[in-house]
């Protein structure tokens, strides 16, 4: 089983690269689970035709106890398995414990013997890499971290924290970080602006997604590209993406 997360700055287009991978991996025919890790809970959506499912805490919070993984692993495009950690009550609790508890949860019912999925996806968010947004890299997770990242300066530096974060963890046999996946924004120079931050933080750019409006308009009927635009020059990038994760070892 393949395991990895997928970091970012919020609003950088990370959940939609990655819900745009879980599809293509699944159209390669590989079993795929992505859990998001982010409050908002919208990581899958646009696998489960634009509806948000229950998250973890919601269903303990209604259940306690009494929770079984058909109350919280749901069934999307072609297959992916779809989980969301989901977060507290605004203003109460602590969003990154939230993430420790479905974690524990799902492994008290033993989600990955059951469903056997060959890659696992965790979409993180990286505003801030403490706590629980640290889990998949830190209590090993994730054997392998990409960071989705623009040209876009605060991106860049969101980025930069992560690759600390990532690097720290590293030394003790976690995660690696495998590279920065370049969702473009159309910044002015920005392949130069993130080829120097690559420098600066020893990696590499593993891929490139050109900005397009396919993308946008996909979301808006509740769908990826690979499900709505499946024969798209942007089909084949985010297909591309999908074959050269798995390709790493």
């Avoid at 876009?152 to 600390?164: G, K, Q, R, T, V």
């Avoid at 392949?191 to 308009?217: A, G, M, W």
């Amino acid at each position: 089983m393949k395991k990895i997360a997928i970091y970012g700055k919020g609003g950088i287009g990370k959940s939609t690269t990655v819900s745009n991978l879980s599809a293509a991996l699944s159209n390669l025919n590989y079993k795929v689970m992505q859990i998001g890790c982010d409050p908002k809970a919208d990581s899958t959506k646009n696998l489960m035709k634009g509806e948000f499912i229950p998250t973890v805490l919601n269903v303990l919070r209604d259940k306690g106890d009494d929770i079984q993984l058909e109350d919280i692993v749901f069934e999307g495009y072609n297959g992916v398995l779809c989980v969301e950690a989901g977060g507290p009550t605004p203003g109460l609790g602590c969003a990154g414990r939230g993430i420790i508890t479905a974690f524990e949860k799902l492994e008290e019912l033993e989600a990955f013997e059951k469903y056997k999925p060959d890659i696992v996806i965790y979409d993180v968010l990286g505003d801030v890499v403490c706590g629980g947004f640290a889990m998949p890299i830190r209590n090993q997770y994730a054997k392998e971290v990409y960071i989705v990242t623009s040209g876009e300066m605060m991106s860049m530096y969101a980025a930069s924290n992560i690759s600390n974060a990532v690097r720290q963890f590293k030394s003790r046999g976690y995660a690696e970080l495998k590279g920065l996946i370049l969702n473009a924004k159309n910044v002015e120079n920005e392949i130069e602006l993130v080829e120097k931050l690559c420098k600066e933080i020893d990696t590499n750019i593993f891929h490139y997604i050109p900005r397009s409006y396919l993308v946008q308009e996909a979301e808006n009927n509740g769908q990826t590209v690979i499900e709505r635009f499946k024969d798209s020059d942007m089909a084949t990038i985010y297909m591309d993406l999908a074959k050269k994760i798995m390709e790493v070892e």
